[in-house]
């Protein structure tokens, strides 16, 4: 009587491959949700600081690609759009860009100010 030899399956690289790109798309769902937030906070701070009013209370993603920060390493940069009133009967449109968790620029009153929240 011989003993049969065992059919172990081994995970292929196809598999390999899916489950990576599966935890790829929920770090990138993850990572952009929390800068969302981050961009929330930002300019609801900036608005409240200036007097004005923050509009819907968000921001919208309008662009991502990837980039180079300061140091050369690459980096997702993150365009948000968003409303706000300065005299509360007005609607206004801003902007505010981060490179990986660094706020880049803030356009408010039609001014584009590179690191304008502090």
């Excluded at 798309?25 to 969302?36: C, G, Q, V």
């Excluded at 930002?42 to 690609?65: I, K, N, P």
């Excluded at 365009?79 to 880049?104: C, K, M, P, W």
């Amino acid at each position: 009587m011989g003993r049969q030899p065992l059919n172990a399956a081994l995970i292929g690289p196809a598999e390999i491959l899916t489950v990576l790109l599966v935890l790829l798309a929920i770090w990138l769902a993850w990572d952009t949700l929390r800068a969302r937030e981050y961009a929330n906070d930002a300019m609801r701070a900036a608005c409240e600081r200036r007097g004005y009013l923050f509009l819907d209370d968000t921001v919208s993603l309008h662009a991502l690609r990837p980039v180079r920060d300061d140091d050369g390493r690459m980096r997702l940069r993150r365009e948000y759009r968003f409303q706000y009133s300065d005299t509360g009967h007005n609607r206004r449109n801003g902007a505010i860009a981060l490179v990986g968790d660094t706020i880049a620029t803030v356009e408010l009153d039609g001014v584009n100010r590179p690191e304008a929240i502090g």
